[in-house]
């Protein structure tokens, strides 16, 4: 079914050498990894291709050292931790090209792992230089790539090496590009979004691109504000951008051409003050907000009314908090929202993906996360696939 070649069509890779892309851009504090759910990410596939007898070499970047070797953006760093999430030995090669990595193969053993440095050292990492990316490739007999986050760049080591080496889809992007073409490609329809956050201007083309493909298209978050004041709602001062109302009134116009219902909030939840449980805290109305208060989160009738829609959908992708999660108690909307589409996953009624790096937070701390479909961890990469953009690293894999 899938466009694309798996792990499945690799054939026998015993004593072969396998280059894989994996995202190793952990977040690091004091030189210690903080979070390993990158580094979990990529064990299905290091693991199956060292278990066949492969020689894996580890491809990544950190940070963005742009072009020149910095010491403190050495993969080095991770080699202790990836080690320790995979069980294995891992060996480290301070070059991604060259005698340096052939003799490292020559050591390596069948099955053997090896991390290779940060490939944005070199200057054709970024500019997907084809010298460099012939280089790389001719230590190596095909490629693998598993970051699914970096796909969206099209650079050596995330798509260029795909035109040069028998070139596969690692379990964690694969896994990925199926969730999301359930969701937005192929979905069972119904179809709902969610888009929150705070601005309308950093997700004008979701926004754009999900009016035409769903049929129910949630505005929360600080964005709904601009929308609703675009409709002659007056929003006191809340986060609002209204130089973009005849944008928002543009892409209304679109959805009621498309035949996609956008819900607004009609009750909201507002204060005087930006603080956790402040006295002046009320729920109104939307027509009801005082010049001095604002909007900071969906109100309950609302809620309760996008629970419906929800219901009567068999597919949803989430991005975006309906309101200032961070602080109570204006996390209420996106948490009840958020269990509701986690209750009707569970009952096998709606399959849900949903990303980006605050949605994320926002859905563990309704202790929701493990009840949806799928969720991305991937970032820019999930935002430009929402926006409806080819992914280069995922179209070098699909030819
Ligand atoms: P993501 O990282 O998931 O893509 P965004 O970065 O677009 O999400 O938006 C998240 C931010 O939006 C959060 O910090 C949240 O506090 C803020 N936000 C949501 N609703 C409001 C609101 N009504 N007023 C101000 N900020 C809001
Ligand atoms: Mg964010």
Redesign the pocket.
Known sequence: MTAFKTLDDIGDVRGKVALVRVDLNLPMQDGAVTDDTRIRAAVPTILELADAGAKVLLLAHFGRPKGARSSTQSLSMVVGAVQSVLGREVMFVPEIAGDIVAQAVGILPEGGIAILENTRFWPGEEKNDPELVKAIAANADLYVNDAFSAAHRAHATTEGLAHVLPAYAGRSMQAELEALGKALDHPEKPVAAVV????VS??LDVLKHLVSKVDHLII??????TFLAANGVDVGK??CEHDLTDTALEILANAEKSGCTVHLPYDVVVSKE?AANPPSLRICNVHEVADDE????VGPAAVEALADVLKTCRTLVW?????????EP?DAATVALARTAAALTREGSLVSVA????????LNHAGVAGDFTYISTA?GAF?EWMEGKELPGVTALRK
């Open positions: 929150g956050g705070a601005k950093s997700k929360g978050g600080g964005m709904a504000n809340s986060l930006f604002m909007i900071l989160d991005n975006g908090p309906m309101g200032a999660f961070e602080t204006f990303g980006g790096g605050d949605t994320v937070a926002a970032g935002l």
